[in-house]
């Protein structure tokens, strides 16, 4: 795709997403959820799609970017609460944390990759769980609302809403809070930025690692280096995820950082299509959105989630996108050699031409 | 500490439920190279199974019932979904057998309901015996020894039989094994479906002492991933080492200093993983893949 058209359409989806759910039983605050969250699952899939590494862990990097901004905002500066700080301090400790602990996860593989990831998330789980006196244990962080967002020269408040303007079946204007379009416009920013990478060298030697490790190593390139850098990425699109999940329901509870949590990226990343840009958005929008919807309506959505995940990776291994990606592909192949190969003609020719 | 002792012995039952769930977890990685997420899931099963037969038809009834149910289900799994991951790469293998587990979670849920079921003890089992340091519960007791004499069995059973040679060596160079004509398929079959049997086995017996809800699968199948890892995957008697290091950690860990009771197994697997990946006994290969 052209640079102008990925940034138009990307754009123009962004804007019409908030209205096109409403009549399907969505609301815009649930398009702001599920932009916040898929801003961790691109950057899992940079780990699991382009880098091929299977982390169990992502679950610590949502949980404690949530926990820094919002202890920023109500510990750390209670005085002078602000936004981009509270960004800032949240994305800038799992940073730090993500190089830490990447050093050392990057030198395992596969099974050993996966355990040792989940072993560092269920630390840092229960040391939130304990630690009382800063994170309050099992009740959470509650009602520590976002200071509004500074721009210089104004500032806005995020809770605000655009003004009323009927627009039928898709609702009204005025259900869309400034949250949305803030978080909207990070979402451009996080995959111009993904798009980029995966289209530079960086991206094509994470491939070249993912697929053959040692070879990469002999052509030259140090595996630990990429991998590391993309497990920092990762950790810090995701700790940017958390702080602004925070920030938009204004509390965070330890069950952010469970199993469950660094399962659920696994989960909307794989059912959308590892390897793909949009996938992870896609997958979770889609299982958040459904989540939304069935869970209303029966007990069993967990099943039907678990069921589909299930489903999806026995018969469409590249998830959504990357089924579609791969029949496009065929289509493609299928024309060519509907085609004939290119020097057929001239070699019959070539053939009656001979005595 | 003056209690000491008796958190010992609780660390050692428990390290010994770790060990029994560990070891079906340890012996199909051992022979197939496969991480089963949903190990758990046949822990609670046997659970679940257990509880609703005990009820009806007594203790025994249901500790039968548990690991034949667990069994079936584990042959069903893997010849319908499992068996066509068993060549594919870890990460997918590690994906299809988490996205069973939640399904056999959610299943429970909604049959069962969310809430937590207590076993009931047998009259004969509930008393407590003095040990001259402690009482003790006698169902804990009959628990530890039944465990020891099933680690026992399984041993005699992979060391004596001619399934358990085709397993040894399966472990040693699955192709070759194949290739001298060993049913490998089978003997793994067979070994997953015991793995499988044993984890519901525990999985009903150790309700009595720790009660049972849909999660019970999860909340014991990450602590045994610790113990195989310590231990060593793949190794047998690093998951009988293993469990009962995780257990006894646990215990003591809770006395001197219970904040880090839980955290105190994850920093152990870390420190394994990092310094000899492959494990106190585990026979130091190339970890790869």
């Given at each position: 795709?052209?640079?102008?058209r990925?940034y138009?359409l990307?754009?123009?989806?962004l804007?019409?997403?908030?209205?096109?759910?409403h009549?399907?039983g969505g609301y815009?605050g649930?398009a702001?959820?599920?932009?916040?969250?898929?801003?961790?699952?691109?950057?899992?899939?940079l780990l699991?799609g382009y880098?091929?590494?299977?982390?169990?862990?992502q679950s610590m990097?949502y949980?404690v970017?949530?926990?820094?901004?919002?202890?920023?905002?109500?510990?750390?500066f209670?005085d002078?609460p602000?936004?981009w700080?509270?960004?800032?301090?949240?994305?800038?400790f799992?940073t730090l944390m993500?190089?830490?602990?990447?050093?050392?996860?990057?030198?395992?593989?596969?099974?050993?990759f996966?355990?040792?990831?989940?072993?560092?998330?269920?630390?840092?789980?229960?040391?939130?769980?304990?630690?009382?006196?800063?994170?309050?244990?099992?009740?959470g962080?509650?009602?520590?609302?976002?200071?509004?967002?500074?721009?210089?020269f104004?500032?806005?408040?995020?809770?605000g809403?655009?003004?009323?303007?009927?627009?039928?079946?898709?609702?009204n204007?005025s259900?869309?809070?400034?949250w949305?379009?803030?978080?909207?416009?990070?979402?451009?920013l996080?995959?111009?930025?993904?798009r980029?990478?995966i289209?530079?060298q960086?991206?094509?030697?994470l491939g070249?690692i993912?697929?053959?490790?040692?070879r990469?190593?002999?052509v030259?390139f140090d595996?630990r280096r990429?991998?590391?850098?993309?497990?920092?990425?990762?950790g810090?699109?995701?700790?940017?995820?958390?702080?602004l999940?925070g920030?938009y329901?204004?509390?965070i509870?330890?069950?952010?950082?469970?199993?469950?949590?660094?399962?659920?990226?696994v989960?909307y990343?794989v059912i959308?299509?590892?390897?793909t840009?949009f996938?992870?958005?896609?997958g979770?929008?889609?299982?958040?959105y459904m989540?939304n919807?069935?869970?209303?309506?029966?007990d069993a959505w967990?099943?039907?989630?678990?069921?589909?995940f299930?489903?999806?990776?026995?018969?469409?291994?590249?998830?959504?996108?990357?089924?579609?990606k791969?029949?496009?592909a065929?289509?493609?192949l299928?024309?060519?050699?509907?085609?004939?190969?290119?020097?057929?003609?001239s070699?019959a020719a070539?053939?009656?031409?001979?005595? | 500490?003056?209690q000491?002792?008796?958190q010992l012995?609780?660390?050692?039952?428990?390290?010994?439920?770790?060990?029994?769930?560990a070891?079906g977890?340890?012996?199909?990685?051992?022979?197939?190279?496969?991480?089963?997420f949903?190990?758990?899931?046949?822990?609670?099963?046997?659970?679940?199974v257990?509880?609703?037969?005990?009820?009806r038809y007594?203790l025994?009834?249901?500790?039968?019932?548990a690991p034949?149910?667990v069994?079936?289900?584990?042959?069903?799994?893997?010849r319908?979904?499992?068996r066509?991951?068993?060549?594919?790469?870890?990460?997918?293998?590690?994906?299809?057998t988490?996205?069973?587990a939640?399904?056999?979670?959610?299943?429970?849920?909604?049959?069962f309901?969310?809430?937590?079921?207590?076993?009931p003890?047998?009259?004969?089992?509930s008393a407590?015996v003095n040990?001259?340091?402690?009482?003790?519960?006698?169902?804990?007791l009959?628990?530890?020894?039944?465990?020891m004499?099933?680690?026992?069995?399984v041993?005699?059973?992979?060391?004596?039989?001619?399934?358990?040679?085709?397993?040894?060596?399966?472990?040693?160079?699955?192709?070759?094994?194949?290739l001298?004509g060993?049913?490998?398929k089978?003997?793994?079959?067979v070994?997953?479906a015991?793995?499988a049997?044993?984890?519901?086995?525990?999985?009903a017996?150790?309700?009595p002492?720790?009660?049972v809800?849909p999660?019970?699968?999860f909340?014991?199948l990450v602590?045994?991933?610790?113990?195989?890892?310590?231990?060593?995957?793949?190794?047998f008697?690093?998951?009988?080492?293993?469990g009962l290091?995780?257990?006894?950690?646990q215990?003591v860990?809770?006395?001197?200093?219970?904040?880090?009771s839980?955290?105190?197994?994850y920093?152990?697997m870390?420190?394994v993983?990092?310094?000899?990946p492959?494990?106190?006994?585990?026979?130091?290969?190339?970890?790869r893949?």
């Open positions: 795709m052209k640079d102008a990925f138009g990307t754009a123009l989806g804007v019409l997403f908030p209205f096109l759910i009549p399907i815009p649930l702001t959820q599920i932009l916040i969250v898929a801003i961790g699952s691109i950057g899992f899939n699991l880098a091929g590494l299977l982390s169990y862990g990097f949980g970017g949530g926990y820094m901004a919002l202890l920023t905002i109500s510990k750390f209670p002078h602000n936004f700080l509270a960004i800032l301090l949240g994305v800038g799992v993500a190089v830490a602990i990447g050093a050392l996860v990057v030198r395992l593989y596969g099974i050993y996966a355990l040792l990831t989940l072993a560092f998330a269920q630390m840092f789980f229960f040391v939130v769980f304990k630690w009382r006196d800063l994170t309050q244990g099992d009740d962080l509650q009602g520590i609302s976002a200071p509004p967002l500074s721009l210089g104004t500032s806005i408040d995020l809770t809403t655009f003004p009323s303007l009927d627009l039928g079946p898709f609702g204007l259900d869309v809070h400034y949305y379009a803030f978080v909207a416009l990070i979402m451009l996080v995959l111009a930025f993904t980029t990478l289209r530079s960086f991206g094509e030697v070249a993912r697929e053959n490790e040692e990469s190593t002999f030259g595996p990429y991998k590391l850098a993309a497990f920092t990425i990762a810090a699109l995701t700790g940017l995820s958390g702080a999940r920030l329901e204004t509390s509870a330890p069950d952010a950082l469970t199993v469950g949590t660094s399962g659920d990226f989960i990343t959308g299509g590892v390897k840009l996938g992870p958005l896609v979770t929008g889609l299982i958040m989540q919807v069935i869970s209303a309506k029966t967990r099943l039907i989630e678990g069921l589909l299930v489903a999806v990776i026995v018969f469409l291994p590249g998830g959504i996108l990357g089924s579609f791969r029949k496009r065929r289509t493609i299928a024309a060519a050699v509907a085609a004939g190969p290119p020097d057929a003609p070699r070539a053939r009656e031409a001979a005595p | 500490m003056a000491l002792p008796g012995l609780d660390g050692f039952i428990r390290g010994l439920v770790y060990v029994a769930i070891l977890l340890t012996i199909v990685f051992g022979m197939l190279r496969l991480v089963n949903s190990h758990g899931a046949f822990y609670a099963i046997g659970a679940y257990g509880l609703v037969v005990a009820q007594g025994v009834a249901g500790l039968i019932a034949i149910a069994a079936v289900f584990a042959v069903v799994f893997d319908v979904l499992l066509r991951f068993y060549d594919k790469e870890p990460t997918a293998q590690i994906l299809v988490f996205g069973v939640i399904v056999v979670e959610e299943s429970l849920r909604l049959y309901g969310g809430t937590t079921r207590t076993f003890i047998p009259d004969s089992l407590s040990l001259g340091f402690t009482q003790y519960p006698a169902y804990r009959a628990l530890a020894a039944g465990i004499l099933l680690v026992l069995a041993w005699l059973f992979i060391e004596r039989t001619d399934y358990g040679l085709i397993v040894r060596a399966g472990v040693r160079d699955r192709t070759m094994v194949q001298l060993g049913n490998v089978q003997a793994s079959t070994i997953f015991l793995g049997a044993l984890a519901g086995l525990v999985g017996a150790a309700s002492i720790y009660s809800d999660g019970t699968g909340s014991f602590p045994s991933f610790v113990v195989v890892v310590i231990g060593g995957l793949g190794s008697w690093g998951a009988v080492l293993g290091i995780v257990g006894e950690l215990s860990t809770t006395l001197v200093f219970p904040a880090a839980d955290v105190v197994i920093i152990a870390a420190l993983l990092l310094v000899r492959s494990g106190l006994l585990g026979e130091s290969e190339v970890i893949g």
